[in-house]
Structure formats: structure tokens, C-alpha cells
């Protein structure tokens, strides 16, 4: 009988094709301002509804349909037409597992979110990046010339990570008729700290030309503070959640999380405290930046990119030294010598403005250098 190798069992092509991505988690016990997770905490009717958890709940498998039918009339849709996921990370899975065959063609603009690439490229997919100037505005025009009869999927993210930048209604409902005959996700995990949104054209009394093949990506990880318990949701035409449902394992959301949602989905007095936080603090960061003439984006969301030039993994260190977590951001295309900060709660943003400030002294920073090209190889993509 042969020798069994492992070495020589060989992924699908597309997986071995796949970028491998590694999000720089380790020791991350300082000041999380890197991975624009809520750096506070939930509601706090979300201990009180696990507190009621009994041990026995732990063995029964979770429930699912109960928890998307609060969902859905939080959001005024019909419970067909939502999906819960195991964060927006399996949505994005879930939406490629579902719609895409080998060789057709997803669009999107980049810089983006990486997960996009990683389940595109994992189907087999042939991925279309539309790269945006250097105003890191959503790149309209391009992206519609790159609508072909082979496009099956175009992912728009609004706000954008990591740029903040945001697309408008306008342009959203006509890149989605422009792409009549694919799937046209709006990934709105950034929604709350904008507040514009595509939800409404999914409901029943959206106006009569509102895009029929749009369907709408939310996460529990930013806003509402539960990126530990993974949960995110779907949202489109009936006809097509009914499809990913299908796709989707029943049990991907666990019931703690489930239970979570529950508690803290209708919780506006807590989104309305915690989004008030991140504007002021949004507006206080932009500040400071402008008066120490760091170059920055404007941002819709709750995260600002940086412009810092050659010294990016400098600064990033010296904050860490500090006791504050930024994310370099300069493998992203397009981004070289990039840094965001996440916005935090008032004390936090007392604190990243001084340590941002001493860090730039303690580098030797300057403005001038902004511009100097970069030397070394390109590293790694991470993802979010
Ligand atoms: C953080 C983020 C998400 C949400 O990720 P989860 O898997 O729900 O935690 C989705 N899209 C973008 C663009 C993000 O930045």
C-alpha cells in the first residue's frame, strides 16, 4: 500500500488560490482602537437577559426564526426577509456560497474590506477591483463601466472601511439597475454612525422603482457592541433570503447571541448615547489631527484613516507603547504610509489624542514627509 502524505491531497484550486489573511489579534489587552469593534460595551439589557440564562438553555439547539421575526419589525420588513447570520463575515459567505458560480464576476471598489476577496476568490469567482483616487471617494463612473453581462455580484460597502467614505442612495439604486441581472449588496455595517441607509426600499411600501436586486448586510459587531458573540444579519426580497436561507446551516447563530439580539435590538436610548459618543468623538479626533496637520479623510464612520507617510509602522508602535492599539492600514492598495484610529467613548478619545501626540514627537514626525515615497517590500494583506 502507498505511504499516505497529507502533502499530497491538494484544496479545490480556488481554495489554494486564496489569499490567506491574519488579523493581528494577539495581545490585544491596551486601548482596542484597531479593529473598530464598540470599545465600550452592549446595552446593558444584554446581562440582564443572560443573566436569565439557565444551564439547561445551553443544551437545546438555538432557535433562530423567532429572534429574525423581532428582527424584521425592528426593521419594518417581513420576517421572510431576513436572515440571521453568524456575524456579516458569514453573510458575506453565505451571499457568494448562494449566487456565485466558477467564473462569474464580483465587483467592488477597493480599498475595502478583505472578506470580500477572501469568498469571492474561495467560489471560484473572478474578482473585479475598481481602485479609487486618492480622494478615496466611491469611484462611480468606474464601477459602472465595469458592469458586464458576466456580473453577478456587486458588493458596496457605506460607509467604507477602512476609508470612511460613504455612496449615496442615488448612486446605490443605480448601480443597482445598471446591474439589473446580479445580486447588488450593500454592506451597512458602519450604518448607525451615518445614518443614511437602503433598508427602507425593502419594505412592502417602497416607492414602485425601488432596485429589486438589492439586498442589505448588518452587524451586532460595531455599534451594538456584540462582536464577541458573532452575529449580523441579511436583508432583501423574500425571494432571495428564501435562497440563502437554504444555503445557510440553521444553527450558525448560537442562542446566547440570539438571546442578545433579543434584548438589546430595540434599545435606541443606548444606540442613541453610544452613536452621540462616536460623532463628538469623531469631530474631537478630526480636530486634533487637522491642528497637529496630519492628513485624514473625512469619515462617516467610526474610524478616521490617516495619511502619515514612511513612519506609518513607527507611529503604530509608539502608540502601542502607549498603551493604544492603532491599525496600519499601508498594504491596502492604494493606502501606503495609512493609519486608522477607531473612535472610542469620551475618555478614550482623552486619551488617544495625547498618546497620537506624543507618539508623533516621539517618532519625529513631521508633515513634510508625508509625500516621501516608501522604501521595502509590500507586506501581507491583513483583514479586518
Ligand atoms: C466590521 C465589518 C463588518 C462586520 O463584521 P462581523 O463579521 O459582523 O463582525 C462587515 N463589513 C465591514 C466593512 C466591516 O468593517
Avoid at 99 to 126: K, Q, R
Avoid at 161 to 167: A, K, L
Avoid at 246 to 262: D, I, Q, T
Amino acid at each position: 500500500m502507498a505511504e499516505q502524505r497529507p502533502e499530497s491531497i491538494q484544496p479545490r484550486r480556488a481554495i489554494a488560490a486564496m489569499p490567506e489573511y491574519h488579523p493581528p489579534l494577539a495581545g490585544r489587552n491596551a486601548l482596542r482602537l484597531d479593529f473598530n469593534e464598540n470599545t465600550h460595551a452592549p446595552s446593558p439589557r444584554v446581562r440582564e437577559a443572560l443573566g436569565k440564562l439557565t444551564l439547561e438553555s445551553f443544551t437545546v439547539y438555538p432557535e433562530r426564526a423567532p429572534v429574525e421575526a423581532v428582527v424584521a419589525q425592528h426593521l419594518q420588513l417581513q420576517p421572510e426577509q431576513v436572515l440571521l447570520t453568524n456575524a456579516v463575515d458569514e453573510a458575506i459567505h453565505i451571499v457568494c456560497f448562494t449566487f456565485l458560480e466558477e467564473g462569474d464576476e464580483v465587483l467592488f471598489a477597493v480599498p475595502s474590506f478583505f472578506m470580500y476577496d477572501v469568498n469571492a476568490v474561495a467560489m471560484g469567482a473572478v474578482v473585479k477591483r475598481v481602485q479609487m483616487d486618492e480622494t478615496l471617494e466611491f469611484p462611480f463612473e468606474r464601477l459602472l463601466a465595469g458592469i458586464t453581462p458576466k456580473t453577478k455580484l456587486v458588493i458596496l460597502c457605506s460607509p467604507n472601511n477602512p476609508t470612511g467614505t460613504v455612496i449615496s442612495r442615488q448612486q446605490i439604486h443605480a448601480v443597482a439597475k445598471a446591474a439589473a441581472h446580479a445580486v447588488v449588496m450593500v454592506d451597512e455595517a458602519y450604518f448607525h454612525f451615518h445614518g443614511e441607509t437602503v433598508m427602507d426600499d425593502l419594505r412592502a411600501d417602497a416607492a414602485a422603482d425601488a432596485p429589486r436586486n438589492m439586498i442589505v448586510a448588518r452587524t451586532f459587531s460595531k455599534a451594538y457592541g456584540l462582536a464577541n458573540l458573532r452575529v449580523g444579519l441579511i436583508a432583501g426580497p423574500a425571494e432571495l433570503v428564501q435562497h440563502m436561507r437554504k444555503a445557510s446551516s440553521p444553527y450558525n447563530v448560537n442562542g446566547v447571541a440570539l438571546r442578545a439580539v433579543e434584548a438589546c435590538v430595540g434599545d435606541t436610548e443606548y444606540l442613541d448615547w453610544y452613536v452621540g459618543q462616536i460623532r463628538t468623538g469623531r469631530a474631537r479626533i478630526e480636530k486634533a489631527l487637522d491642528h497637529m496637520r496630519v492628513p485624514r479623510w473625512p469619515s462617516h464612520a467610526n474610524f478616521v484613516l490617516m495619511h502619515i507617510g514612511p513612519k506609518h509602522k513607527d507611529l503604530v508602535a509608539a502608540a502601542r507603547a502607549r498603551g493604544v492599539l492603532l491599525r496600519d492600514r499601508s498594504s491596502d492598495p492604494g493606502l501606503a504610509g495609512c493609519v486608522r484610529i477607531t473612535i472610542g467613548v469620551e475618555d478614550q478619545i482623552d486619551t488617544a489624542i495625547a498618546v497620537l501626540r506624543e507618539s508623533l514627537a516621539a517618532i519625529g514626525w513631521t508633515p513634510a514627509e508625508v509625500d516621501a515615497p516608501e522604501a521595502g517590500p509590500k507586506e501581507e494583506r491583513e483583514y479586518e
